[in-house]
């Protein structure tokens, strides 16, 4: 946590109750929309409303203290940068979401890199497809 309190103080930001409650709530749900983290935070705090989940959210991930991808067609995921840089594989069939090290992808981004000068954000990357476990 103290790395998070750093981090908000050095970009002149205080950590505030609701922002400690959001980012703990990221950081146990993994990866969650708005509304989830809502519903996480609430069992907490009555006085959180989505405006203040999705305002905030947007500031942490300004800060660099969260990220966001698109698992679905609707509201962004956001999943908590303090374990690993990753991207994301979703099933079609069964909605499992897999964290991927950037790793893997390195043959590509190099080619990006040669080929069109290009330096690719894998963070909000997310390939769909169908999971091992699912015919």
């Known amino acids: 946590m103290s790395d998070w309190r750093s981090t908000l103080r050095e970009k002149g930001y205080r950590l505030t109750p609701q922002r400690e409650l959001i ?3 990221v950081d146990t749900l993994g990866h969650a929309t708005p509304d989830e983290v809502l519903a996480e935070v609430r069992k907490h705090s009555e006085a959180l409303n989505v405006s203040t989940v999705y305002r905030t959210l947007e500031v942490l991930e300004e800060l660099g203290l969260v990220r966001h991808a ?4 609707r509201a ?9 840089e990753h991207f994301h594989l979703k099933c079609r069939n069964c ?3 897999i964290s991927v090290d950037p790793e893997v992808l390195e ?3 190099a080619r990006l890199r040669a080929d ?3 330096e690719a954000d894998v963070g909000h990357l997310t390939v769909f497809g169908t999971c091992q476990e699912c015919p």
């Open 23 to 25: 980012l703990d709530a």
């Open 70 to 73: 698109h698992l679905s067609d």
């Open 76 to 84: 962004p995921t956001y999943h908590s940068v303090r374990d690993h």
């Open 95 to 97: 909605h499992r979401v």
């Open 107 to 109: 043959p590509l981004l």
């Open 116 to 118: 069109h000068a290009f």
